[in-house]
């Protein structure tokens, strides 16, 4: 008898979409928060899987801070329209005609307003109930010990002491009204699995994951790309540098790493080399010991 | 790693001296499961505990308040790979009170690593372990005889511990045990084979867990579809789609759809990559069914010739997760694969002490307590043992006004005998709650009262005065079941809420029964007769209750004219 045992990518596969049709079949409201990265392009595609053939089933939500690179917005509008999706993009737009931008206001503030504020908001302008995120469990240590379907209260906040067992594949999907749940449909998955099944599946990214020459401002270990006019200090000079982004945020919170890797195996070859966790080339995560953990708690995926 | 490796998951219970953080992080290294930067901070971390150069343990503790009081209390992921396969690695406390993350992290998992410290030997807690693992069906242990560099790595205090917990393993139910000699802090038999145990004869623990045999896990034969979801685009498309808990699916294969018991076949697997020939578990996938029938979430597609267990009762143990304490007669919502029904505990047969295995009578359910209890559900599920299939056979409660999950439980293999019988007494009856039909409107139809009417040990009269109140137009029915006479008060209760005349015709004098069905019925609409006073012949006495049943209005005395003896 042929092995009937299925290889970790399709067991992960398999995980994920059981989730997903979970929560469409049991939540009211559910939406999908989109943040044109690697992981939410893995998303995108199982959820495709999940409800074959039709189109995916609930709105897409992406929170736009405004400080994104140029390519991302446009990779997301096309994807959008290929796949018919219900496409949602909110800002806090009072705090940006307000002036809030990375430069000024610190990373800290500025993720405060223009990501968690605007996201908060965004879910409960749209009266969602339950909200999918990429978020993995391998990304940082606070997260390996958040649930698959995490539970937040009427303000978004998470409880890292209060939180509900999870057993088997069987999700208590109950709440009550203003409180909200966020679903994690990759929180088994690693960064290598993301990027093998990418490699797998062939699923399209932004072209900012993969090498090539890019106008940069070197300083000291970081390489800074130079969209909305990213504040040059006296005697710095922007160069060309051949460069990848590891993980994609806003433009100022996102380093870039210098690169050779213009293909996806080469690209994953360099991941097997580095040996460092992708986070480490995003400013926040690095400001306090334990920032992620605060951030969560006040609502931040 | 390779597209091709598969998928172990396991669990580690082990107590917070034992050297579990630090087996994980050993794991984590030399897996590659630990990333540069993250071996810095904690190089950098501000708790400075360290035993060696680096301290492993650091890599998997994990929220601030946690680190700060030294100790892991909840569960953690954590995930490895090497070339064969990917590790999701689910890191659970073993101090007591956290039988409930222990379970948590146990109930996916298909092997548990129990680490026992070689200076200690079994321990209570080792049991503990050994307890739970069997209790949440895992199929594999591999037993870790950790610190051997502190016992000089002698044979004997290892194949000691290796006697002692097999014979406890086996009492519990465990079947594949393997041990392991180890120094977590040293290296020692995790990658390689240790030059410092010649007479250890097994594999390293990682090629342990990177060879044990993953198919032999599941269930090809008997075919259970938990529908999930029914996916309706278009009007001619309907899929139904869920995760395969056990059996395997093809085209043309013939399927029996639960609760409504219809046959039909499978049309077709349709996926995003095309159709399916054939689907296993634990693959998600769409079945389109060659009839229409009416299908919807909480259904279950099974194979006709192996169909599983179908009632709203059925014992199971119980882990008690919730401060608040579990009690029989509460409501509950229980979810089970995709159905999510209203439940109540009917009986808490016995707690069982999870250090000596006792078992204690019990009237509540506390924090981390494992019992064996019986459940009942407002309807009926579609189950197996879980023994037999660890998807069908296990279930969630959850308190139906806090939401919170409250328990886990697992079915047991039910058989007549180990269950209590039904107790209709704590069920709603729709005709009571939801009045459609009023007690008013059967009165004017059936022209007499519900009543019941108690005899003891007179099975004959019983009859006769069923077949007088039957030929006068009566709705009557004997109920005379000795072997469950403390059922008789409840069922007796349904016939009259349906507007019946119920006979409780019972052997024993004991009036326990007769006390609670007076309770049920009503002062009123209740006749309990002294065997005394009733006359011996059956015709005298059937009169004497005929007489009584219209002097307390049940039966219009007009009525009884007309009809009875053609006056």
Redesign the interface.
């Known amino acids: 008898m042929e ?13 994920s ?2 989730i997903l ?2 929560v ?2 049991e939540f009211s409201n559910p939406v999908m928060l989109y943040s044109v990265g690697k992981d939410s392009s893995v998303m995108m595609r199982l959820a ?8 995916i089933p609930f709105p897409v939500l992406h929170v736009d801070t405004g400080y994104k690179f140029k390519e991302m917005y446009e990779f997301r509008d096309n994807l959008a329209k290929e796949l018919g999706l219900n496409l949602i993009v909110y800002a806090n737009q009072a705090a940006l005609d307000a002036g809030a931008n990375p430069f000024t206001l610190g990373t800290q503030k500025c993720c405060a307003q223009l990501k968690t504020r605007a996201l908060l908001d965004a879910l409960a302008a749209g009266g969602y109930d339950a909200a999918f995120g990429g978020a993995r ?2 990304e940082e ?2 997260r ?2 958040e649930r698959i379907y995490s539970f937040r209260d009427k303000f978004g906040q998470w409880d ?2 209060n ?8 999700y ?1 999907a ?3 009204k203003g409180e909200t749940i966020r679903v994690f449909p990759l ?2 998955w ?1 960064e ?2 993301i990027w ?1 099944y990418i ?2 599946e062939k699923i399209p990214l932004v072209q900012l994951y993969f090498a090539k020459e890019r106008e940069m401002l070197v300083r000291g270990n970081s390489i800074i790309p130079l969209e909305h006019n990213y504040p040059i200090q006296i005697g710095e000079k922007p160069e060309m540098v051949k460069v990848r982004m590891r993980s994609l945020g806003c433009t100022y919170c996102t380093g870039a790493i210098r690169s050779e890797a213009e293909t996806l195996p080469q690209l994953m070859e360099e991941l097997v080399q580095f ?3 992708e986070r ?1 080339n995003r400013i926040i995560d690095h400001d306090t ?2 920032s992620m ?1 605060i951030k969560k708690r006040e609502g931040y995926f | ?1 390779s ?5 172990l998951r396991f669990t580690t219970a082990g107590s917070v001296d034992d050297g579990k953080s630090t087996l994980i992080g050993r794991l984590l290294y030399e897996a ?2 630990v ?4 071996l810095a ?1 904690v190089r950098n ?2 708790v400075n505990r360290s035993t060696g150069p680096i301290d492993f343990s650091l890599l998997t ?5 946690e680190r700060e009081q030294g100790i892991t209390i ?6 490895a ?1 090497t070339p064969r ?2 590790f ?1 690695i689910a ?1 659970t406390p073993g101090h007591e009170q956290y039988t ?2 222990m ?2 992290g146990a ?2 998992a298909d092997l548990a690593i129990v680490l026992i410290d070689a200076r200690k030997g079994v321990l209570v807690q080792s049991r503990r372990h050994a307890f739970i693992t069997a209790l949440l069906g895992i199929r594999y242990v591999a037993v870790a005889v950790n610190k051997m560099d502190l016992v000089d790595f002698r044979e004997d205090v290892f194949r000691r511990i290796e006697t002692e917990f097999l014979a406890y393993a086996h009492s519990v139910g465990l079947k594949n045990v393997a041990f392991f000699p180890i120094s977590a802090l040293e290296g020692d038999n995790i990658t390689e084979k240790s030059a410092r145990t010649p007479w250890y004869q097994g594999t390293p623990l990682l090629e342990h867990l990177e060879t044990v045999d ?2 032999e896990g ?1 269930n ?1 034969t008997d075919l259970r579809f938990p529908v ?2 029914v ?3 278009t009007l001619d ?1 309907r ?1 139904y ?3 395969l808990a056990s059996g ?1 699916l093809r085209p043309g294969q013939t399927i029996m759809t639960l609760p409504s018991g219809r046959i039909t076949k499978v049309k077709s697997l ?4 095309g159709d399916l020939a054939e689907a ?1 578990p ?3 996938v ?1 079945v389109c069914l060659e009839d229409e029938v009416d299908i919807s ?1 909480g259904d279950m597609l099974v194979d006709p010739a192996r169909v599983p267990h179908v009632s709203r009762r059925f014992a199971a143990k119980l882990v008690w ?1 919730h401060e608040t304490p579990g009690e029989a007669g509460r409501d509950y ?1 229980l ?4 159905q999510t029904v209203r439940a109540q505990i009917a009986k808490i047969r016995h707690r069982i002490d999870i250090n000596t295995l006792a078992e204690q009578p019990a009237n509540k359910l506390e924090l981390n307590e494992i019992a064996s209890i019986q459940i009942e559900t407002r309807r009926p599920l579609f189950f197996d043992a879980y023994a037999q299939n ?2 069908t056979g ?3 409660l ?1 308190d139906a006004i806090t ?3 409250v328990a ?1 439980g697992m079915i047991e293999e039910s058989t007549a005998d180990s269950l209590e019988p039904l107790q209709l007494g704590s069920l709603e009856f729709s005709g009571e709650t939801e009045a459609t039909v009023t007690p008013a409107e059967r009165y004017k139809r059936a022209g007499h009262y519900p009543a019941t009417v108690w005899l003891t040990a007179r099975q004959e009269l019983a009859g006769m005065l069923e077949r007088k109140l039957f030929d006068l137009g009566c709705s009557v029915h004997v109920l005379a079941d000795d072997r469950e006479s403390h059922l008789l008060p409840e069922l007796a209760r349904v016939l009259n809420s349906a507007g019946l005349i119920a006979i409780c015709s019972i052997a024993s004098p004991d009036q326990t029964e007769a006390r609670r069905a007076q309770q049920l019925a009503g002062d009123t609409r209740f006749l309990l007769v002294d065997p005394q006073q009733l006359p011996v012949k059956d015709e005298e006495a059937s009169e004497v209750l005929m007489k009584m049943l219209e002097d307390r209005g049940v039966l219009r005395r007009k009525e009884r004219f007309e009809v009875g003896e053609g006056i």
Request: positive net charge.
């Open positions: 092995s009937r045992v299925l290889s970790h990518l399709r067991a992960l596969e398999a995980e979409i059981h049709r979970e469409v079949a495709q899987k999940a409800f074959h053939p039709a189109r469990r391998d240590k606070s390996a010990k890292p002491k939180q509900r067992p999870e057993l088997w594949n069987v208590n109950k709440i009550e929180s088994n690693t290598m699995d093998r490699e797998l040996k460092r966790s480490e010991e334990g953990e | 790693m597209i091709e490796s598969q998928l590659k499961g990333y540069e930067d993250q901070s971390s501000s503790d994990g929220l601030r308040a909840d569960v953690a992921y954590r995930y790979a396969r990917k999701i890191d409930r993350n379970a948590t109930s996916t993953l198919g599941h090809f999930q979801y996916n309706r685009p498309f899929g789609t869920g995760q395997v349709p996926s995003f990559d296993y634990p693959m998600s769409t979430r997760m919502l979810k089970h694969t995709s660890r998807t296990a279930f969630i959850i939401n919170a999950t886990a």
